[in-house]
T-cell receptor, first 116, second 116 residues
Framework: ETGVTQTPRHLVMGMTNKKSLKCEQHLGHNAMYWYKQSAKKPLELMFVYSLEERVENNSVPSRFSPECPNSSHLFLHLHTLQPEDSALYLC???????????????FGPGTRLTVL | AQKVTQAQTEISVVEKEDVTLDCVYETRDTTYYLFWYKQPPSGELVFLIRRNSFDEQNEISGRYSWNFQKSTSSFNFTITASQVVDSAVYFCALSVPNSGNTPLVFGKGTRLSVIA
């Protein structure tokens, strides 16, 4: 595998379900990101992990819970979602320098989530 | 705060026509980076170009070219002799080093349809 991979590619879940999205990067990067892309909104940054430490949480509801066990893997745990959470969830990775200068972000193919 | 505006929501052209996608950005920082990404129907955001604020030289890559003008805060993208495979949503984005909370700010995207 190369680049950034995401599983599953499609997910349908009920509001009471618990599911997890997985992202894996094979680029040797030290930062990973979760974005949400809804039909009528621009790409929204949800979480940023740098060196496995969460450095950004953009007022995301607690029903979304990220986890970064190592620099190559990122999870998004989902619990008690709402229909308005239906969207494309994109994972990205980049190499963050010590000065905080963000290099190019490379994206995975996304998980298309539908909440019934 | 940073902002990216892509005023063209949708563009439709006939194959072999040239097309320019507009991008206007706002930032008070003197050091920043501009990006273009392509999102085909499959969903993955494909990186096209990264340009820093100190390099105003235009760039050409095959049928793609980019015109960066700091005087008008624009970073426009031109596809020459468009092809059906160019049909996608194109996003312009801005990144400011050490911006902390928002590493990458996206525009709303321009949907390009190339008709055979």
């Amino acid at each position: 595998e190369t680049g950034v991979t995401q599983t599953p590619r499609h997910l349908v879940m009920g509001m009471t379900n618990k599911k997890s999205l997985k992202c894996e990067q094979h680029l040797g990067h030290n930062a990973m990101y979760w974005y949400k892309q809804s039909a009528k909104k621009p790409l929204e940054l949800m979480f940023v992990y740098s060196l496995e430490e969460r450095v950004e949480n953009n007022s995301v509801p607690s029903r979304f819970s990220p986890e970064c066990p190592n620099s190559s893997h990122l999870f998004l745990h989902l619990h008690t979602l709402q229909p308005e959470d239906s969207a494309l969830y994109l994972c990205a990775s980049s190499q963050l320098s010590k000065t905080g200068d963000t290099d190019t972000q490379y994206f995975g193919p996304g998980t298309r989530l539908t909440v019934l | 705060a940073q902002k990216v505006t892509q005023a063209q929501t949708e563009i439709s052209v006939v194959e072999k026509e040239d097309v320019t996608l507009d991008c206007v950005y706002e930032t008070r920082d003197t050091t920043y980076y501009l990006f273009w990404y392509k999102q085909p129907p499959s969903g993955e955001l494909v990186f096209l170009i990264r340009r820093n604020s100190f390099d105003e030289q235009n760039e050409i890559s095959g049928r793609y070219s980019w015109n960066f003008q700091k005087s008008t805060s624009s970073f426009n993208f031109t596809i020459t002799a468009s092809q059906v495979v160019d049909s996608a949503v194109y996003f312009c984005a801005l990144s400011v080093p050490n911006s902390g909370n928002t590493p990458l700010v996206f525009g709303k995207g321009t949907r390009l349809s190339v008709i055979a």
